[in-house]
């Protein structure tokens, strides 16, 4: 017999809704539930019959899985079949298989709708005496991930050209956005790593609906192209940017502020680039007034020529750019994301929303922790919060002094503060001493059948 779909998403919501607050349910489930109820976004989850993992529950362990210090299917299905054996009363098979096919039914872009609407929510929730002269910071930056080499990935996301064929691994190129006082990731878009229109300026322009008037943006100096800056400052938004090393830098010329600090007239560019379209190009103002100054060993750019902003304020404003940097380790060290483990592009697309979504999480409980020992968001730990989060992340929901004892728990270890901290880009530890393959597995192995492994040299 077959079943309307609105009659099930109606049973599924009430089966949600009715299962949200039951002690069987965990303190993960009940914070994810919550989220979903705020965002309105769980109409859009898939229709189900009575499953043993169900949208919510698999999205659950699908968090918990990134979450966890192992990662593995095996220990997310092992962790919810403990929890639900436990509550249920009944046995179900600890095989993986049900547990995959459930997360491919998962719909990808509720899981990126709901992560935006939680950094929405989260930098939305900041006091606006924690902005600079009551105006959001945004920051941008891009990176790079991994995952397994499969056919599939390798056509989607293609392996750098520097690695042969069989010996290296797909790459994709992932760009952020992120809330500068809640350090939440607002928006981000993926590519591969090269090809046309691939590039972070590319991948940007997919999101320049997250900017907003009065928005203030800080990126490094990939970023500070003409066509760039002109489409911010025209949505009412500022960038602070370290000058492009291709673009140079004349203090003699333009309206003087002092030295090495004056404002500059930026000419269009003669000729159009290729991804633009000629109206788009028409519309670009034919000049740029922009702050050019030397601070630090670099020189910075920025359309604030407001003259009575000091030169050391533009200097801390790209000094916390430096966030951007430590939140994107958080995400691929301390979660886990540099190495993906899914073997096809649509399902690596989600296990990235799934990374950046359990990121979101963690930053809301770091958010509510800074609110109650009245202090800010980055003066805390993510990896003691994480740890925390791991711990609890199993039990059933949270009640008021245990969310408490969290909070302090949360709040008392808090990160040093160390401005103009330099360490070298080196490694200390010595890898383990085995040599590179340098041929593809399948040839090596016939190689050892046929002659053994190769003798240590030394």
């Known amino acids: 017999m077959t079943y309307p779909t609105d009659l099930l998403h109606q049973c599924q919501q009430r089966r949600v809704a009715h299962h949200a607050n039951r002690p069987g349910h965990t303190e993960l489930y009940a914070q994810l539930h919550a989220t979903f109820a705020a965002s309105g976004l769980d109409q859009a989850l898939p ?19 990134v979450l966890g210090a192992d990662g593995s299917c095996q220990q997310a299905v092992n962790r919810h079949l403990l929890t639900w054996t436990h509550h249920q009363q009944a046995t179900a098979s600890p095989r993986t298989g049900a547990y995959c096919r459930a997360r491919q039914r998962l719909p990808g872009d509720v899981i990126a ?3 935006r609407h939680l950094g929405h929510t989260l930098a939305a929730s900041m006091p606006a005496a924690r902005t600079w002269q009551g105006r959001p910071i945004k920051l941008i930056d891009g990176t790079t991930v991994s995952m397994p080499d499969t056919p599939e990935n390798q056509q989607r996301f293609p392996q750098p050209g520097s690695q042969k064929p069989g010996l290296g691994f797909p ?38 609906d997250t900017f907003e008037a009065g928005d203030i943006v800080i990126a490094d100096r990939y970023y500070p ?8 400052a025209a949505r009412g938004v500022d960038v602070v940017m370290r000058q492009h090393f291709r673009r140079e830098t004349d203090f003699q010329a333009g309206d003087p502020l002092g030295h090495k600090d004056h404002i500059a007239t930026w000419e269009k560019p003669k000729n159009r680039r290729d991804w633009m379209s000629q109206a788009a190009f028409n519309a670009l ?17 920025t359309t604030c020529t407001d003259r009575a902003v000091p030169r ?29 483990r899914c073997k096809t592009p649509a399902m690596v697309e ?46 059933s929901p949270l009640h008021d002094h245990e969310r408490a004892c969290l909070m302090k728990q949360i709040t008392t270890l808090r990160v040093g503060q160390r401005p103009g901290r330099v360490e070298p880009r080196a490694l200390k530890r010595r890898p383990s001493p085995h040599p590179l393959l340098k041929t593809p597995r399948p040839i090596a192995r016939e190689q050892i059948r046929q002659h053994g492994h190769p003798k240590k040299v030394g």
């Open 47 to 65: 229709a189900c019959r009575h499953r043993l993992f169900p949208p919510m529950v698999t999205l659950e362990t699908f968090i918990a899985q």
């Open 113 to 115: 709708d709901l992560t």
């Open 171 to 208: 790459m994709a190129r992932l760009v952020v956005i992120m809330d500068m006082n809640s350090g939440a990731v607002l928006n981000a878009a993926m590519g591969p790593l090269k090809g046309k229109g691939t590039g972070e300026h590319a991948l940007l322009r997919e999101m320049l």
């Open 225 to 232: 192209s003409y066509a760039l800056v002109a489409e911010l």
């Open 285 to 301: 103002p034919t000049t740029l007034s922009m702050r050019e100054l030397a601070v630090g060993g670099m020189v910075l750019i």
């Open 312 to 340: 050391q304020q533009i200097q801390e404003l790209y000094q916390m750019r430096w966030q951007v940097e430590l939140r994107l380790r958080d995400i691929k060290t301390t979660l886990g994301m540099d190495r993906l």
């Open 350 to 395: 989600k296990e990235v929303w799934v990374y950046l979504l359990a990121y979101n999480l963690i930053r809301r409980v770091m958010v509510e922790a800074s609110d109650w020992a009245d202090c800010l968001p980055q003066h805390l730990s993510f990896k003691h919060t994480v740890q925390m989060v791991r711990q609890i992340a199993a039990r």
